[in-house]
């Protein structure tokens, strides 16, 4: 038989991340790198022009109503964003390491 877990929010509001989370989870500090972007048309364009693409490697500074993220891409060099929370959710992270 099957058990569902429930992943509780930590106390600061914040999901665990275990494997790929949405950026908007994820916690002032913690690192990862970009494995989705469940976003399309105008937004995935912007977010691709500044550097926030798939394979880039994310620091988040700061969460909230907007999540502001270091991003570091090959081609891109280092760029710090502010996302409105509805792109963050779809922005998926892997942890840095995986």
């Known amino acids: 038989m099957a058990t569902i877990a429930t992943i509780l929010p930590n106390a600061d509001g914040c999901q665990p991340c275990d494997g790929a989370c949405p950026l ?7 690192t990862g790198v970009v494995v989705d972007l469940r976003i399309d048309g105008s937004d995935r364009a912007l977010l691709d022009s500044m550097g926030l ?3 880039a490697r994310v620091r988040v500074c700061h969460t909230g109503r907007t999540c502001v993220v270091v991003a570091e891409g ?25």
């Open 53 to 55: 693409r798939t394979s």
């Open 74 to 98: 090959a081609d891109r060099g280092v760029c710090r964003l502010g996302l409105e929370r509805r792109l963050a959710e779809r922005v998926m992270i892997a942890p840095a390491g995986v």
């Open 24 to 30: 908007a989870s994820m916690r002032r500090g913690e």
